[in-house]
């Protein structure tokens, strides 16, 4: 019922920056929130940051809490991540989702590496 494609990812130095975008299209019914998740080589898939579409409250994991963060623009239909200051451990595919009323909804997902 609904498509997500990111984009944005690539390959960064420590202390650098990247902007991830997520387009979601092909929805006839209401998104409740759009979600940014991660998983590293071995390791599960973990939350990283979410925000409402109705009163835009944010949520963001410790780990990344000031260094990153989410954003909307609801005529795009697309939602941001802007990562700054980013550290290795930060490697990772990052994966965009939209929670509705019939459940989650998982985009392909963008690899991000920080390395020197």
């Known amino acids: 019922q609904v498509q997500l494609v990111e984009s944005g990812g690539g390959l960064v130095q420590p202390g650098g920056s990247l902007r991830l975008s997520c387009a979601a299209s092909r929805f006839t019914f209401s998104v409740y929130a759009m979600s940014w998740y991660r998983q590293a080589p071995g390791k599960e898939r973990q939350f990283v940051a979410s925000i409402s579409t109705t009163g835009g409250s944010t949520n963001y994991a410790d780990s990344v809490k000031g260094r990153f963060t989410i954003s909307t623009d609801n005529a795009k239909n697309t939602v941001y991540l802007q990562m700054n200051s980013l550290k290795p451990e930060d490697t990772a595919v990052y994966y965009c989702?939209?929670?509705?009323?019939?459940?989650?909804?998982w985009g392909q997902g963008t690899q991000v590496t920080v390395s020197s």
């Open positions: 989702s939209a929670t509705t009323r019939r459940g989650d909804y």
